[in-house]
């Protein structure tokens, strides 16, 4: 399961896939209205937020994750989840590392791989984020939020050909060009992408087509 905000791409799981607890899911809402909060610079609401959320995490430990089958990978991701919507990365970074060292299945390696090259792509580190987003992607080859975080990553360290030869790719996987997929949900909400575009042939064309199929 995956969600997107207008600033941030994140990657969430379950125990059920698309199934989430109560404390999960209303985890998942307070790190969304964080997010928001965050970017209004509502400082109140922020520190309230952030109290709730720290209570949510502590309680989703002291459960051992309610029952996740892979408790020492969830909790840390958890908290890694909370803090990257409190804007602390290099914090999300260290707490994601840990959930990777303790990755039960290939589903959970590509979710902690992809949010640590996210956050790198964050913080500057672009090298380092290319470097996640080669192992994220041997792990899920196909996987559209890995190769947008990657192309993003591959740009910004230089790799300019490179990061067009993926936004190719995606132009001939038409049936990605419709509401509701991750591809779109990044074309539409990923401001990064938009300010990339000037530079990346293939990717002005993909947002073109994508605006006539939306409007049409």
Request: net charge negative; glycine share 6%.
């Amino acid at each position: 399961m995956s969600t997107l905000t207008q600033q941030h791409a994140t990657l969430i799981t379950a125990p059920n896939p698309g199934k989430l607890s109560a404390l999960e899911a209303a985890m998942m809402d307070g790190c969304n209205s964080l997010h928001e909060a965050v970017a209004a610079g509502d400082d109140e609401r922020i520190a309230s937020l952030r109290a709730d959320l720290e209570a949510m995490v502590d309680r989703y430990e002291a459960t051992e994750a309610e029952g996740h089958p892979h408790p020492r990978w969830a909790v840390p991701h958890q908290r890694a989840l909370y803090l990257s919507a409190a804007g602390d990365a290099e914090g999300a970074i260290v707490y994601e590392q840990i959930a990777l060292e303790h990755a039960g299945t290939a589903r959970q390696r590509e979710i902690s791989l992809g949010n640590i090259a996210e956050r790198c792509l964050r913080l500057g580190r672009y090298d380092e984020a290319v470097e996640y987003f080669l192992q994220a992607q041997q792990v899920a080859p196909n996987s559209t939020p890995i190769m947008l975080t990657g192309a993003q990553a591959l740009y910004h360290a230089g790799f300019v050909a490179e990061a067009n030869n993926i936004f190719k790719a995606f132009l001939g996987m038409p049936h990605l060009l419709k509401q509701g997929t991750d591809l779109t949900a990044y074309l539409d909400y990923e401001t990064r992408l938009h300010a990339m575009a000037g530079d990346l042939p293939a990717l002005a064309s993909l947002l073109r087509r994508w605006e006539e199929v939306s409007c049409g």
